[in-house]
């Protein structure tokens, strides 16, 4: 029955945009997207960096083709096996005019791996053990043993250069606020749940972008930001409902940008030292119990892929792990083993973040209660969720979503929600953690591949997480707005193109 309201919702809001369509300018872009975020200091992220990347530099880039480019640094190479030598572009500034330098690159990277500053994203660059500034546009950064990746460690958050001079004056709370980077846009307002205001950087080294101005707009419900979106009210919107798809296709006022396998991969974690979770017999039946394929099929109306591992094929490292059975009968026989015939009741967790995901969850609550598992759902705020989640203080089922965009490589996908101790893992597994230590050591591809392989072979046989399924990234954008989709998710307005 909910599933029918929210489709009869849908179709009475678009039915109503449809009345007044009205074209975007040439020099401002609106987007809508489901969240407001919760802070743009780079280093301290517990979202995905869509606004601040488009903020914020980093010494290498993406290019189209997903290569890596030179970006805040001219050049990158390796001294030895554990010393990276990173020459810098000169003249560049930072939105408040101060200079972007050597001593720019060791601040950023020595306050993320600052222990005392608990960055939600360190291990992304854990393995760096320090930088160390040559002269004004030369850096040195060593390494805590050879790393192959330490090139696409630079590219992506936490790495977004910052201006030490700034922070150090405004403290971190208020850098959080009112962010100053090197990137092609400045923010100009910023008002949490209500929206950010960006313009075009007029002294951006790449040149300045052709959009003027960028209003980012958190609508989280689905309906309204496509409602939005056909008002003309929003010239491109975020995480278009899978269910909305070829509605807003035949409205013909819009079009949708499908990236196959572009987006995150669902997941729900686990508190493993927790009971019942603390047995892999109760993770395997849970995992058993669960539909995938009747919840890409009739929730998420296919867009979506099936898989059994975190890593993306993408991704340096990916192995084809077979999607999990669906096996009621063998999950309650688990369960019964495990010393648990009738079942048991705990909390589960799941945000309005990602496509219907919401409605996935309350599947996922019918399909375990069918094996006797009383999941107590609870919908979050995704505000509140994404500060729980890195603090421990979440459900122990909860659902999240994760993958290596930027990075396009396994480590990304794996190591930050496998290996115990990070701020985003709650698993606890001796092998695993020297699985993935070893990964980090290891620098021939193939050696590489192989240790991936072994950690997703064990990850399938153990369960200590229940990965559902890969999503693709929807989007919604006005006939005037130009843009294609990335593989690594993001965003850049620099790109972008409006169009009278």
Known sequence: ???????????????????????????????????????????????????????????????????????????????????????????????????FDAEAVKFTFERVLDPAAKSPTISYIRTVAGVDVVDPLTVRIRTNGPDPLLPTRLSRYPAYIVPPAYVKQVGAAEFARRPVGTGPYKVTEFVPDDHVTMVANEAYWRGKAT???????????????????????????????????????????????????????????LKSAEKPLDDARVRRALSLAIDRKGLTTDILKGKATLTGTQVSPFDAGYKDIPTPAYDPAAAKKLLAEAGYPNGFTIRFQAPRRYISSAEVAQAVVQQWAAIGVKAELEVPEWSVYAQQVPAGKQAPIYMLAWGSTQTLDADAALYAILKSGEPYSTVADKALDALLDES??????????????????????????????????????????TFGGRPDARIPVYDIRVVK
């Not at 919760?38 to 606004?51: M, N, V, Y």
């Not at 399924?469 to 707005?481: I, T």
Request: glycine share 6%; charged share 25%; hydrophobic share 50%.
């Open 1 to 99: 029955m909910m599933r029918f309201s929210r489709s009869l919702l849908a179709a009475t809001a678009l039915a109503a945009a449809l009345v007044s369509i009205v074209p975007a300018t040439g020099a401002e872009l609106v987007i809508g997207r489901p969240a407001s975020p919760a802070t743009f200091d780079p280093g301290f992220l517990k979202e995905a960096a869509t606004l601040v990347d488009n903020v914020f530099d980093t010494l290498v880039l993406r290019d189209a083709d997903m290569k890596l480019v030179p970006g805040l640094a001219l050049s990158w190479k390796a001294l030895d096996d554990t010393t990276w030598e990173i020459k810098l572009r000169p003249g560049i500034k930072f939105h408040n005019g101060e200079a």
């Open 211 to 269: 959009i003027d101005k960028v209003v980012w707009r958190p609508i989280p419900e689905a309906t309204a930001r496509i409602a939005a979106l056909l008002s003309g009210e929003v010239q491109f919107i975020e995480s278009v409902p899978a269910e909305l798809v070829d509605t807003l296709k035949a409205s013909g006022a819009a079009d949708v940008v499908d990236v196959k396998n572009g987006g995150l991969t669902i997941y729900l974690g």
């Open 440 to 481: 980090r050591k290891t620098i021939a591809p193939d050696a590489r591949a192989a240790i991936f392989a072994k950690i997703q072979d064990h990850a399938a046989e153990t369960v200590p997480l229940i990965t559902l399924y890969r999503e693709d990234s929807l989007y919604g954008k006005a006939k005037s707005v």
